[in-house]
Nanobody, 119 residues
Framework: QVQVVESGGGLVQPGGSLRLSCAAS????????MSWYRQAPGKERELVAT????????NYGDSVKGRFTISRDNAKNTVYLQMNSLKPEDTAVYYC????????????WGQGTQVTVSS
């Protein structure tokens, strides 16, 4: 049974930090590119960061470059998103996505975790 479960969201003040985690099970984690997306109210879902394999160069959305860092631990089947210097406009539901490297149409989504940046 495939599971993709995000955690670590919450309320944080502007300028603060949060670390999101995404634990995966039920598939061969190392064969999947892992990504974080986010969706703010009234807006489309946007790509935050993608990391295909350990050691690869991550890809980041322009709005988070220099502030967010994606990493993965294949031994723990987990991907992380370290978010620093958070801004109110980072407020959104953050989703984890797993996409099969060899057939990108196969992908799985988590249920999302809320991140709210507010004073």
């Amino acid at each position: 049974q495939v599971q993709v479960v995000e955690s670590g969201g919450g309320l944080v003040q502007p300028g603060g930090s949060l670390r999101l985690s995404c634990a995966a099970s039920g598939f061969t984690f190392s064969s999947y590119a892992m990504s974080w997306y986010r969706q703010a109210p009234g807006k489309e879902r946007e790509l935050v960061a993608t990391l295909t394999s350990v050691g690869d160069i991550p890809n980041y959305g322009d709005s988070v470059k220099g502030r967010f860092t994606i990493s993965r631990d294949n031994a723990k089947n987990t991907v992380y998103l370290q978010m620093n210097s958070l801004k109110p406009e980072d407020t959104a539901v953050y989703y984890c996505n797993a996409r099969y490297i060899f057939r990108p149409t196969i992908n799985f989504w988590g249920q999302g975790t809320q991140v709210t940046v507010s004073s």
